[in-house]
């Protein structure tokens, strides 16, 4: 069940609700949006339906929400949302590129990478300073080190930075340095890591796990929401398949279906659904074409060079096709 509270909703109504919620033996999670706040409550509906929440000041509706996701549904909110990430909107009407090296390597590996983004018309910078690794011997990336060179690009390209974070303990050191915390496929259900990154006060970029059914996502994506986090785009990344000719299977039926499911922003990972340099700028066009509010790109100076994912790297002469994509496509 949900509570929507009118826009100018006073703490003390809000603080009404929760401690009637609570006095009934549920639990109830405020979440504060742009425009409005929402309560969720978790436990008996009988129970909350007795407390005659919709007759009490500063609420607006209360509503049964069948989805086993609630805030992150369409059910209660119809319209499709636009998420600011250091002023940059994503959402409908839009159409963001994030790109940059897949993990950050050198300060002059990812300037390089971060200007050759802009070529390709971004407006975000990715990067990763901690890289969730197959192998315990692959590149883990710089840590620390690698967030204060994201800074530095930042500062020299003015490209807001979004960058991934692996675990609970170190979402707030990442969140210091970074516009957009990414929660990458092989953390989707790292509930912990979920709620931390909901309580962290930075968008958050929710990537599919390659073995979960948008159901299992978008829960993943409620765990956010419920910490009081509306600010999340989700971003498809495809999904392991029984087909070895790409890395994985991008689905992109997935971006129409969530558009319909969530109000909240998807994005298309071309690079590490597909696997492959030759395949980055059709999926591109592809997700564009299915109505995703944006790719996030890897590109690298030297791809050969690079201490993870080389093979997807878009390099110089890959930019254009890019640019003129997005331009092309755009809505
Ligand atoms: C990249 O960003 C990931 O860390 C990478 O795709 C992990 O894959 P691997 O460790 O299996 O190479
Ligand atoms: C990434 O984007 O750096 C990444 C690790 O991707 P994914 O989580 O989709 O594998």
Not at 1 to 25: H, S
Not at 228 to 243: A, K, W
Request: hydrophobic content about 45%; charged content about 20%; some cysteine.
């Amino acid at each position: 069940m949900v509570v929507v509270m009118v826009p100018e909703a006073t703490q003390e109504e809000i603080d009404g609700v929760v401690g009637l919620v609570r006095a009934a033996g549920g639990e109830a999670f405020v979440s504060r949006g742009v425009s409005r706040t929402i309560v969720g409550l978790v436990g008996d509906v009988n129970d909350f339906e007795a407390l005659n929440l919709s007759s009490r000041s500063g609420v607006l509706q209360v509503m049964r929400v069948s989805a086993p996701y609630k805030l992150v549904s369409r059910e209660h909110h119809a319209t499709r949302s636009v998420i600011r990430v250091g002023g940059v909107p994503i959402g409908p009407d839009t159409l963001s590129v994030i790109a940059g090296p897949c993990a950050v390597e050198t300060p002059e590996q990812t300037l390089a990478a971060v200007l050759m983004a802009k070529q390709a018309g971004a407006s975000l910078l990715r990067g990763g300073a901690f890289k969730p690794r197959t192998s315990p011997y692959s590149y883990q990336g710089l840590g620390e080190r690698g967030l204060k060179i994201l800074a530095d690009v930042r500062e020299e390209t003015g490209l807001p930075v979004v960058t991934e974070v692996i675990d609970p303990g170190s979402v707030d050191m990442v969140a210091s340095y970074a516009d957009m915390l990414q929660v990458g496929a092989r953390n989707m259900q790292n509930f912990a890591l979920l709620q931390a990154v909901g309580r962290a006060g930075k968008p958050v970029l929710l990537k599919r796990g390659f073995s979960a059914t948008i159901e299992e996502w978008l829960s993943a994506a409620e765990y956010i929401a419920q910490r009081g986090n509306l600010d999340i785009v989700l971003c498809e990344r495809g999904i392991r398949t029984f087909e070895t000719a790409t890395r994985n299977t991008l689905d992109i039926s997935a971006v129409p279906v969530v558009q319909r499911l969530s109000h909240l922003p998807v994005i298309v990972d071309p690079s590490h659904s597909g696997g492959r340099r030759d395949l980055v700028v059709p999926l591109t066009r592809a997700a564009i074409a299915a109505g995703a509010d944006g790719v996030i790109i890897d590109i690298h100076p030297e791809p050969k060079t690079a201490r993870c994912d080389g093979d997807q790297a878009l390099i110089e002469s890959d930019l254009r096709e890019v640019a003129d994509a997005v331009t092309i496509l755009s809505p």
